[in-house]
């Protein structure tokens, strides 16, 4: 969970739920993993968050020819390209 939080704040810096959880789940015993659940996945996730503004500007950085508006399809698509190598 700590390294797609961290992905998640790469993509969206600005996302203070995803750090506060961050910090939370520092040094966490894999043993009492935390469960996390969809209302929270759509607050920290990035790949549920594919019309926020600042993913987007972030993507831009990484991808400069992404449309002014790209579509979520777009988003997801580009995201998974950078998750594929983080």
């Given at each position: 969970m700590e390294n797609n939080l961290r992905f998640a704040l790469n993509r969206e810096p600005d996302n203070e739920r995803a750090q506060a959880l961050l910090d939370r789940l520092a040094g966490q015993d894999p043993a009492r993993a935390y469960v996390s659940t969809l209302e929270?996945?759509?607050?920290?996730?990035?790949?549920?968050?594919?019309?926020?503004?600042?993913?987007?500007?972030?993507?831009?950085?990484?991808?400069?020819?992404?449309?002014?508006?790209?579509?979520?399809?777009?988003?997801?698509?580009?995201?998974?390209?950078?998750?594929?190598?983080?």
């Open positions: 929270v996945e759509r607050e920290i996730n990035t790949f549920f968050r594919l019309t926020s503004p600042t993913v987007v500007a972030r993507l831009r950085e990484a991808f400069p020819d992404l449309p002014e508006q790209p579509d979520p399809r777009t988003v997801f698509l580009k995201l998974r390209e950078l998750r594929n190598s983080w």
